[in-house]
């Protein structure tokens, strides 16, 4: 049979043994997801938090098994190409992530709200023991909801803001899924600790720029305001190529772990 060739039935036999494989474990991530949103429902920042951090940890751990000796074995001896294994991971780990947490953030939003409401009812806790802490509450869907109040902030409109949060979203995932090829242990700290250093440099290398362009250069103002503009452009163009960039790069490394 041959596997050079992008076949759309050997991906979806990938996902297919990746939902037998890890059934158990995707109810166990997923209940716990929705638990956390029924803490956290009122809180949008921390909301927008746990998707992202969830994110990095689900991308860079989706891959974890082929650093193990046997089952690193296993899963390359399948009768599937490179790009085919690493299309699944990056779907997986960006569009069923994403649809997933909304799903639990609505299941968690309504358990949440309905437990809550359930709570300020019983006479015992409200009167026995004089706790205050539950409140009765309508459904809300603040993560829906009130994320166009934020652009405000920014100057930008709600199409823009959407926009913006599934491009960060894309770089996360971009960034950890790399990091889980290449880092046999500790994927996600490593990764973490990998792009703190990264822009540390960018930090330093651009004061040294702005120095070296700038110094006493009498025309100073003019070259800010074009410089900037460059930047800017500069910074847009970056960010823009970093997910594809890291998705081949991506590739590329699992091949390399083949081999």
């Known amino acids: 049979m041959k596997t ?4 759309f ?10 939902f037998i494989e890890r ?5 166990m991530y997923w209940g716990m997801m929705a638990i956390a949103f029924m803490f956290l429902r009122n809180n949008i920042p921390a909301m927008f938090g ?8 689900f991308a860079a751990r989706f891959l974890r098994e082929i650093h193990h000796p046997s089952n690193g074995v296993a899963y390359f001896i399948i009768p599937a190409t490179q790009l085919e294994k690493l299309t699944v991971a990056i779907v997986m780990t960006s569009f069923y992530y994403f649809v997933m947490m909304m799903i639990a953030y609505v299941i968690g939003n309504l358990l949440g709200t309905f437990l809550s409401n359930v709570l300020t009812n019983v006479d015992f806790l409200r009167d026995g023991l004089n706790m205050n802490i539950f409140h009765h509450s309508s459904l809300q869907w603040k993560l829906f909801e009130e994320v166009p109040k934020f652009p405000d902030i920014f100057g930008i ?11 960060i979203f894309l770089i996360t995932q971009s960034l950890f899924i790399f990091g889980g090829i290449y880092f046999k242990k500790n994927q996600v700290f490593k990764t973490f600790a990998a792009i703190i250093l990264f822009y540390v440099f960018l930090g ?7 120095k070296l362009i700038l110094g006493n250069n009498p025309t100073a103002p003019k070259d800010i305001e074009l410089w900037g503009k460059i930047l800017v452009i500069t910074i847009k163009t970056f960010y823009l190529l ?11 490394r699992l091949t390399e772990k083949q081999v």
């Open 242 to 252: 970093q997910p594809p960039f890291f998705w081949i790069v991506s590739y590329f």
């Open 50 to 57: 746990l998707v992202l951090i969830g994110c990095a940890f």
């Open 4 to 7: 050079n060739i992008f076949n």
């Open 157 to 167: 409109n709600y199409i823009q803001w959407i926009t913006l949060l599934l491009f």
């Open 204 to 210: 330093i290398l651009g004061q040294i720029e702005v």
């Open 9 to 18: 039935r050997r991906v979806g036999l990938l996902f297919q043994r990746y």
């Open 23 to 27: 059934f158990r474990w995707e109810l």
